[in-house]
């Protein structure tokens, strides 16, 4: 099986698009913050139109699904997605398809 790293900006890209999806607005419109806890994990506030929404693990590795299907032309549920917290690069996902 192949591991791919799925870049800190395109976990905030996939959020990006994943929020425009559900509130039917352009991607552009929505602002993420990438944060880790280690109590709590992974988790996103996004803010849309002033609303601020927290998306935790699951939600996000929802936003990765759909961005894996829509962007990247990828069998999001053939794919195994791992959140990672990364000293040098942030917040990363492994991919394995």
Known sequence: ME?????EQDIVNAI???MAYKRDVQPQ???VELMYDDD???SAETYVNGRKQVLIESNM???LRYWLDNEM???PF???LRLVLDDDQ???AYLRN
């Not at 591991?3 to 870049?7: K, M």
């Open 3 to 7: 591991e791919t790293i799925i870049s």
């Open 16 to 18: 990006c698009l994943f």
């Open 61 to 63: 590795i929802e936003a």
């Open 29 to 31: 419109d929505v602002q």
């Open 78 to 80: 053939s794919a195994s």
């Open 90 to 92: 942030g917040i990363i």
């Open 73 to 75: 032309n990828v069998d």
């Open 40 to 42: 709590y994990g992974f």
